[in-house]
C-alpha cells in the first residue's frame, strides 16, 4: 500500500478511506490498511481536510446506520424472509414469511435514556432550597 500522504489525497484514495470508516473501522485500522502508525494517521487527519472529511463522511454513514438499527430495534419490525431448502423429490423449495420482532427493553431503555436524559437517565438529581431560619428549629433539636 501507498505510505506517502500525497497518495492518500486522490479521489479514489479518499473514497477507501470514507468506505473503511463507513464499513466501522477505526482510525487505527485505517492507518494499518494504509501502512502507515496511527501516529502517523492522526497527523493526516490534522493537517488535510479531505482526510478528515472523509473519515467523519464514513463514520457518519455507519452512525446513522446504528442509530437506525436502535431506534428500529427499540420499538419492535415486522421483517419478510425468504428461505430456500433443498427437496430432493421437487428441488429447491422457497418459502417466504414474515417474522416479527418485538420490542426489545435493553435498546428502549438506552434510546430513552440519550434522546431524554432529564428524564431517563439512572441517576437523577434535584435541587432542594430552604432558608436557613426553616432549618433553626430542627438544628436546635437535632442539638438536644
Wanted: hydrophobic share 35%; aromatic share 10%.
Amino acid at each position: 500500500m501507498a505510505r506517502r500522504k500525497d497518495e492518500w489525497l486522490t479521489t479514489e484514495a479518499l473514497l477507501l478511506i470514507e468506505g473503511w470508516a463507513r464499513d466501522g473501522l477505526t482510525a487505527r485500522e485505517i492507518a494499518q490498511n494504509i501502512g502507515v502508525s496511527h501516529v502517523t494517521f492522526y497527523r493526516w487527519v490534522d493537517e488535510e481536510e479531505t482526510i478528515r472529511k472523509a473519515l467523519w463522511n464514513g463514520r457518519e454513514v455507519a452512525n446513522r446506520k446504528l442509530e437506525n438499527a436502535l431506534f428500529k430495534r427499540a420499538l419492535g419490525f415486522f421483517e419478510t424472509e425468504t428461505e430456500i431448502t433443498d427437496d430432493e423429490k421437487n428441488g429447491h423449495k422457497v418459502r417466504t414469511y414474515t417474522r416479527y420482532y418485538p420490542p426489545d427493553t435493553g435498546a428502549l431503555a438506552f434510546a430513552m435514556k440519550n434522546r431524554m436524559p432529564e428524564k431517563w437517565r439512572d441517576r437523577q438529581t434535584h435541587q432542594i432550597t430552604a432558608d436557613i431560619e426553616d432549618l433553626t428549629p430542627l438544628a436546635e433539636l437535632l442539638k438536644q
